[in-house]
């Protein structure tokens, strides 16, 4: 190739192929974070209505305006949905879009993996909102005890779509991780030692590491849950000699790690857009690193506390109520590190800084309330009432909906290249923030007045009218202004003014590139010698010899894992559609599963073997080395 | 520690060989395969002693140790020839390393071979649909069993690839990969042999 300018050679190197072809053979690692996020918050939308379906048949006493039947699977749609399909991906999305960016990479480790995961996400979606459209949703909420589950009692197709939904997730989001890992660890640019890392990327490998270790006992449960529901096998069927607990005990060994995968990236974002507002470094880097770090390691000892009801030793429970307990120490360092970042900066109230202190108010609502529910004899009183459900949404929509918030104004001028309404975003955020306490405050009250969750409706007499109807109204703000924040990312898009390189003079460096970055990100591989690039006087793009332009292919720099001193050069695949077509295949074979379509699924497996074998076979490297 | 920091230099800077053109990546994507994969196992092996912790299992008999020491015997065997093979790919000796790949295929099939023999035995007195310790027993045994199947396909498609191909990337790597993983297989059918086969026949009964 003999093209003139650096810039231009890269262009053509990293550009994806013109029109359908190349939308869907992309694995830059841009388009595919775009999706994630569009995809994302498809699904919040989805179940945000599934939410508000069930506040109107809340709103009033007696109500029939959804039947028992309907209601039990719109409730368990809605935290499938939520949980599973929203909370995770998101900060996936935010994770693919940014990590590479951060850290001076001209992509993932994996790239063509990461377009397998996100079609692996998108399609596993898919999977699970069939049931619905045949009629024939989930219906045991989203963590499916044993034995509303089982086939006598739970005969339609809904449960085998969860179960074999949730493993296709699975396998995604395991994909996912190890990407982030090798990513994380491998690809920083040169000079961005593991002590000068962006605190997201501490978040994100803490998550990625608890995914690897805690998602497989997810999965095992679900092929257990498919096993015992269409091939006779007796794992939690009480007649077969088996025990409906081991679902509870593999569930939540899986499941309370997975509260802190869609807590603590959103806690690694918090930890950059609060300083950038306050006009500082972040105060405690270090205390908030090893928080999130140890968040990540205890959170495997608190799942039994899902679990006081049902009965065990003195032992375990004070073990496992003093694990929640302690966990709530790291989060309260965070929580520390980021007043005394405010206390100590001069703030600045951008929409994104409203979001993110929004979101600190209601993390320690929430996490108190968590506290109070790891005391066992609390536990006891409030275990399956609106108070759990206060306590789920405080945290939830606290540390995970206000984050992504904060993170929607703060990175979207970059990757959209316009600037937000500032003064519609506060407006979005007052109406969200008063409309969520209004929506969910109630719930504890109710709870403590003896309201058991996952009930369609209640008595006239029970004295709950009046609060489960503020509790719809609160519901219907927090929708309209979520809207509001949807009007005003449609309107900045078409006509909001440019964003520039650094809109909000940031230190990342994300925003050394262009809004939206290149293709190929920055001309020259960064280098790195402080926690904040672009506030120091180092020139990161600083290359008189042309050694970081890695121009002569599809390149990217490796360093060595702590110091990231510079290691060697790596060669980075091409735009293909093979991990579409696998994604395809991998869909077909659960597809297959669920109607026990045994050749069907034989096919779709040597299929996706096979798929798998040409896209790891040798090929040319795009450019001329 | 601040001192053994990498800051970036001009000095001396550099023609084109100065980093070499390496990826070291499937390694760690391998790694990480393998740790979630072994917490897979944990979770299944967690599930049968919780499902044995309160005597409901209907049989006490333990399962017949012959043919799980004959087939531990067999993986261990073909992991050693694989790791000969290592050495010999690593020293670019390709031909005895794609011998030594073949041979661990064969020991592979060898050993479902015999897991079907040994299937066929304990059928006659426990399926996966008596109770949940037939449950268990297979679903573990089975798990097993299709990743032997993986690790060969995975073994097979090393065996096949070119040994030098228009990477320029010596096959050293995808076959290093690939033997991580069975060895890793390996070491799996240990804890399984331990802990459904050895245990039981040492305490004399299956019940906890």
Not at chain 1, 211 to 217: H, Q, R
Not at chain 1, 357 to 369: E, N
Not at chain 1, 592 to 613: H, K, N, R, S
Not at chain 2, 186 to 204: E, K, M, R, S, T
């Amino acid at each position: 190739m003999t093209i003139a300018s650096p810039e231009q050679r890269l262009t053509v190197l990293w550009e994806r192929p013109k029109g359908i072809h190349g939308w869907f053979a992309t694995v830059d690692h841009k388009d595919l974070g775009v999706r994630y996020l569009v995809t994302a918050f498809v699904f919040l939308v989805i179940g945000g209505i599934e939410a508000l379906l069930m506040r109107v048949q809340l709103a009033r006493a007696d109500q029939s305006f959804l039947s028992p039947e309907t209601y039990d699977q719109i409730f368990s749609m809605h935290g499938i949905t939520m949980i599973f399909w929203y909370a995770a991906p998101i900060l996936s999305g935010f994770a693919v879009y940014l990590v590479p960016l951060m850290i001076g990479a001209r992509d993932m480790a994996f790239p063509r993996l990461n377009a397998f995961t996100y079609w692996a996400y998108l399609l596993s979606g898919m999977l699970l909102y069939i049931a619905p459209l045949m009629g024939q949703s989930p219906h045991a909420g989203w963590f499916s005890y044993m034995p509303y589950t089982d086939i006598h009692y739970s005969p339609s197709h809904g449960m085998d779509f969860y179960a074999l939904a949730l493993i296709f997730l699975t396998i995604s989001t395991t994909g996912g991780a190890a990407n982030f890992i090798v990513t994380i660890l491998r690809l920083r640019a040169p000079g961005m030692a593991i002590s000068r890392m962006p605190l997201f990327m501490y978040s994100t490998l803490t998550v990625s590491f608890v995914t690897l270790f805690a998602l497989p006992a997810l999965t095992v449960a679900c092929v257990f849950l498919e096993l015992d529901r269409r091939w006779g096998t007796h794992f939690f069927e009480i007649a077969g000699r088996g025990n409906p607990i081991l679902w509870q005990q593999l569930f939540w060994f899986f499941g309370h790690p997975w509260v802190y995968i869609v807590f603590l990236p959103a806690t690694g974002m918090l930890s950059l857009i609060v300083p950038v507002f306050s006009r500082r470094p972040v105060v405690g880097y270090p205390y908030i690193a090893f928080s999130t770090i140890l968040t990540g390691v205890v959170g495997f000892s608190v799942w039994l506390h899902h679990m006081f009801t049902v009965g065990m030793s003195d032992l375990a429970m004070s073990f496992f109520s003093a694990g929640s307990m302690t966990i709530s120490i790291f989060t309260t360092v965070q929580v520390f590190a980021w007043v005394a970042t405010l206390w100590l900066g001069r703030p600045v109230a951008t929409a994104s800084m409203h979001f993110a202190l929004g979101s600190i108010a209601l993390l320690v609502i929430g996490g108190l309330s968590g506290v109070f529910t790891g005391i066992i004899p609390v536990d006891w009183q409030a275990h399956n009432t609106y108070y759990v459900v206060a306590h789920i949404h405080y945290v939830l929509i606290g540390s995970n909906v206000f984050p992504v918030f904060a993170a929607f104004y703060y990175w979207l001028p970059k990757i959209t290249g316009r600037m937000m309404n500032e003064r519609l975003g506060k407006w979005s955020f007052w109406v969200m923030f008063a409309g969520f306490n209004l929506g969910f405050f109630p719930m504890h009250i109710v709870g403590l007045l003896g309201m058991p969750r996952r009930i369609y409706t209640f008595g006239e007499q029970q004295g709950l009218e009046q609060l489960n109807g503020l509790m719809t109204l609160g519901g219907l703000i927090l929708g309209v202004g979520i809207l509001i924040s949807i009007i005003n990312w449609a309107v900045s898009l078409r006509t909001g003014p440019l964003a520039g390189r650094n809109p909000w003079n940031s230190d990342g460096l994300e925003w050394e590139t262009d809004s939206p970055p290149k293709p190929y990100a920055t001309v020259h591989i960064p280098t790195v010698v402080s926690r904040h690039p672009l506030w120091d006087d180092h020139d990161e793009e600083a290359d008189p010899d042309n050694d970081r332009l890695l121009d002569e292919a599809r390149l990217t720099l490796t360093t060595t894992m702590l110091d990231a001193a510079p290691f060697s050069v790596v060669t980075m695949p091409g735009d293909t559609l093979l991990p579409l077509f696998a994604a395809v295949t991998t869909f077909l074979l659960l597809l297959a599963l669920v109607f026990q379509m045994i050749w069907l699924g034989m096919a779709a497996f040597v299929a996706t073997f096979l798929l798998g074998c040409a896209w790891l076979w040798p090929r040319p490297l795009k450019g001329d080395l | 520690m601040s001192s053994t920091l990498y800051v970036p230099s001009h000095e001396g800077a550099a023609d084109r060989t100065r980093w070499p053109l390496e990826a070291d990546f499937g390694t760690y994507g391998m790694y990480t395969l393998i740790a979630t994969e072994s917490l897979l196992f944990v979770c299944l092996f967690a599930s049968y002693f919780f499902l044995n912790s309160d005597d409901r299992w209907a049989t006490d008999q333990p399962p017949k140790l012959t043919y799980a020491l004959i087939m531990l015997f067999v993986l261990l065997l073909s992991s050693f020839v694989l790791g000969w093979g290592e050495k010999q790919a690593g020293a670019e000796q390709y031909g005895a390393a794609r011998l030594a790949l073949w041979l661990t295929v064969l020991l592979g099939l060898g050993f479902m071979g015999l897991q079907y023999f040994e299937y066929g035995d304990h059928w006659k007195t426990l399926t996966p649909m008596s109770d949940s310790y037939g449950s268990i027993f297979y679903a573990i045994t089975t798990f097993h069993a299709a990743h032997v199947v993986m690790g060969l396909l995975m073994l097979g498609y090393v065996g096949i690839l070119p040994s030098y191909g228009p990477t320029r990337v010596p096959p050293y790597r995808p076959y290093h990969v690939a033997a991580l993983y069975w060895h890793f297989v390996d070491v799996v059918w240990i804890a399984v042999v331990g802990l459904l086969y050895i245990l039981p026949n040492l305490q004399g009964h299956v019940r906890a």
